[in-house]
């Protein structure tokens, strides 16, 4: 692709220099290509594919057994049919079972693949290269791929987790600077809602009074709390009411808003990250509540077990569409990515719109 840009250039006309202005073109360089190419290499299936082909070329070209090109091309291809089907099954287990603790089925689901495509593999070779057979060793050449292919996945999952890790820390350090740069002096703050509060009291506005000692108590969790690794769970419900709260010093009596929280289970021996709930939350009044049109905000927290479900339904005012930079798109898209790196394995998260409202559902395991 070419782009065309002026080039000025000094011109003599009439014993004067004029300058003038020529295209000149000049080709753009391709930096599109290699994100595009990073994008495809980190696709897990064209990984996969490169990686059997990988094993392919060679196994075809150092294949010993026969002198036809098209015979050692079979035998490798065979090869690697029977070795990727035992590698995956191997795969399942060890997500399924190993990793689970779960070891007599893993070790009755390894043996079952193991003696399955071991019989498999030694038939098919010897009807199809017409040769007596070796189940052993079929079964052995089985394990030390096997033990290969599963050095390869740890040793990426290690990687993938130190780069997690590293970029949690980066996100955490560059949040904790610009936490930093927006308290100019966050004891000046507080120290002025003191007055204000004071001031309240004096005035006997009760309301007032405790609306701001709510948002001195939530900023106090907001600016101070929320940079510990963990918090219990009650400290974020705590939050949440204290929200809640402050935005019904919204509303009078005579709005058709409904509001519900409702806990289900015991809150008091789980602990989550800080400010994870509370976004939702604050998404849900923000875009779900208006005082012209009834409007309803349904909060439910459910724990079970080791398992925490949070959902947050509110009503639909015209479009829930959110601008790419809107502050609530950038603090769901936030919570996002904070879910995917501190529990890429133990959360699922669902949003969506239906029937006039707008549902948002977390699925946890702490």
Not at 303 to 322: C, L, M, Y
Request: aromatic fraction near 10%.
């Amino acid at each position: 692709m070419n782009r065309t840009i002026p080039l000025t250039k000094a011109v003599p006309r009439g014993g004067l220099f004029l300058l003038e202005c020529r295209p000149k073109v000049e080709a753009m360089k391709p930096s599109a290509y290699p994100e595009a190419l990073f994008k495809i290499l980190g696709n897990r299936t064209v990984l996969h594919i490169l990686f059997w082909l990988f094993l392919f070329s060679p196994m075809v070209l150092l294949e010993s057994g026969s002198t036809n090109l098209s015979a050692r091309a079979l035998h490798a291809f065979l090869y690697l049919v029977f070795v990727g089907a035992a590698t995956y099954m191997h795969f399942f287990l060890l997500s399924r079972y190993l990793n689970r603790k779960r070891y007599l089925h893993y070790l009755g689901g390894l043996v079952l693949t193991l003696g399955v495509v071991g019989v498999l593999q030694n038939r098919v070779f010897s009807t199809v290269f017409k040769t007596s057979g070796n189940l052993p060793g079929v079964i052995f050449s089985l394990v030390i791929f096997l033990g290969f292919t599963t050095a390869i996945r740890y040793a990426r999952a290690g990687i993938r987790q130190r780069l997690q890790l590293q970029e949690i820390t980066a996100k955490q350090l560059q949040m904790e600077l610009a936490l930093l740069k927006a308290q100019i002096n966050p004891h000046f703050f507080f120290n002025t809602l003191n007055n204000l509060y004071a001031m309240a009291l004096r005035e006997e506005d009760q309301s007032t009074a405790n609306g701001i000692a709510k948002l001195s108590h939530l900023m106090r969790y907001v600016i101070y709390d929320s940079n510990i690794d963990r918090i219990e769970l009650g400290r974020e419900v705590e939050q949440i009411r204290c929200f809640i709260e402050l935005q019904k010093l919204r509303f009078s009596e005579e709005d058709n808003i409904q509001i519900d929280f409702e806990i289900t289970g015991d809150i008091e021996r789980h602990a989550i990250e800080p400010m994870l709930l509370l976004p939702f939350v604050e998404n849900a009044f923000k875009h779900g509540i208006s005082v012209s049109r009834p409007s309803r905000v349904s909060i439910r927290l459910m724990v079970n077990g080791g398992a925490i479900q949070f959902s947050v339904e509110n009503t639909v005012h015209g479009s829930t569409e959110r601008p790419a930079g809107n502050d609530s798109a950038l603090g769901l898209r936030n919570v996002r990515r904070r879910l995917e790196l501190l529990y890429p394995d133990a959360h699922h998260l669902s949003i969506h719109e239906a029937e006039g409202f707008y549902r948002v559902v977390l699925d946890l395991k702490p």
